[in-house]
């Protein structure tokens, strides 16, 4: 049984589906949570999806970028990894979160999904396997580590998703990020024809303006070029839906209405704090491993977990014996990326001028080969031995 419809859950089931395992997957929501916006796909992530036979479909809905670019607030770049447009397989995706969600559940067997359906009864004894797959508030984890909680990490996040290329605003295939004084603005390419814009700015724990626009215009509507015209857009594509909306009911309302600019407070776990498995429950996902959204591998981790934990269930003598196995391969790696992706906020999150211009001044110096070299230890990541061939 997995607890949970995410994207770790999903593929949790599908590998396992796969694998000839009778799965059950209940999500206590109405619907799948098709909220996010965007994500990038890097290789790592890519291989699980050839493994779990929907890299195609994915593809399909996606675009394929050349690299990512950091930029200063006023436009000069800051440091960047250029991808080689020939190696097609090795290029990340850009890819509506939505769409993801979609290609995985749409390869579940009918009836391995069940909506509207919450996870309590973790002592029942009718599955031989409970998976959290159930995100940063896991009750899955909390019977398993009840003394790890979610840390506040000092800064939001708002995301948006516009029905339009990034070509219309000058852009190229590419995930460009800006940073400034403790904040951030980024936009991608996403899907066959969107972009994903996002930002970043320090602010406490549960603060909520009634309208998030005039906050982010007020940060970052003076930075350099698209960024200015991104929020206009936004802007407007915000009042649309608003006047499509008015007057229905919530339950009239489809999966691409409603508030068209996101607002989420990062949390994460103390790395290597929570034990991946107690007994016959194991954790995937932000249950087991939430980390901030700085190295673009939340999905990709989640991914991973779905395939290693599928070899080790196909390889060990007992299930006991897999989730061992499965803990020993993934805590070392979840562990190492979570307190990189802490350093990472650290350092976007500066503040004082004088350690913004040497932050910015050691990013300008590190040869990009370095820059690409300090991101293999998280994309070239590779499913277990014979997994991506089954």
């Not at 699980?48 to 809905?61: K, P, S």
């Not at 909520?208 to 200015?228: K, N, S, V, Y």
């Amino acid at each position: 049984m997995v607890a949970g419809g995410g994207i770790g859950g999903l593929a949790t089931a599908l590998a396992l589906q796969r694998s000839g395992w009778q799965v059950t997957v209940r999500e206590r929501g109405q619907t799948l949570d098709r909220g996010g916006a965007g994500l990038v796909l890097w290789p790592n992530a890519l291989r699980c999806l050839a493994a779990l036979g929907v890299e195609a479909a994915v593809r399909d809905r996606s675009t394929a970028l050349t690299g990512s670019t950091i930029r200063r607030a006023d436009g000069r770049r800051l440091s960047g990894i250029s991808l080689d447009p020939a190696a097609a397989s090795e290029r990340p995706l850009g890819i509506v979160r939505a769409d993801l969600v979609d290609a995985l559940a749409g390869s579940l067997a009918p009836g391995v999904l069940r909506l509207g359906d919450e996870v309590t009864d973790l002592g029942s004894k009718d599955a031989d396997l409970l998976v959290g797959a159930d995100g940063v508030r896991s009750v899955v984890r909390r019977s398993i580590a009840p003394d790890v909680e979610p840390d506040y990490r000092g800064y939001t996040v708002w995301r948006a998703l516009l029905q339009v290329s990034a070509e219309s605003f000058g852009g190229h295939p590419e995930l460009v990020e800006t940073w400034g004084a403790g904040m951030r603005f980024g936009m991608v390419p996403v899907g066959t024809d969107s972009t994903y814009v996002y930002a970043a700015a320090p602010a406490p724990a549960g603060e909520r303006c009634g309208d998030e626009l005039p906050a982010l215009l007020e940060r970052f509507g003076h930075w350099h070029d698209p960024i200015p015209d991104l929020l206009a857009a936004v802007q407007a594509a915000e009042l649309v839906s608003a006047k499509s909306l008015r007057g229905r009911g919530p339950r009239s309302r489809g999966p691409e209405d409603g508030v068209r600019v996101l607002r989420h407070d990062i949390y994460d776990l103390p790395p290597g704090r929570t034990p991946l498995h107690r007994g016959r429950r194991v954790l995937v996902g932000d249950a087991a491993h939430a980390m901030e959204p700085n190295l673009g591998q939340g999905a990709g981790l989640a991914l991973e977990d779905a395939v290693v934990l599928d070899h080790a269930l196909a390889t060990e003598p007992s299930a006991e014996a897999a989730l061992r196995a499965y803990a020993a391969l993934r805590a070392p790696r979840v562990t190492a990326l979570a307190r990189q992706s802490r350093q990472v906020g650290r350092l976007a999150q500066l503040t004082r001028p004088t350690a913004v211009a040497l932050r910015d001044l050691a990013m300008q110096l590190t040869p990009d080969r370095l820059a690409r070299s300090a991101t293999s230890a998280a994309v070239d990541w590779r499913p277990p031995s014979g997994l991506s061939s089954r």
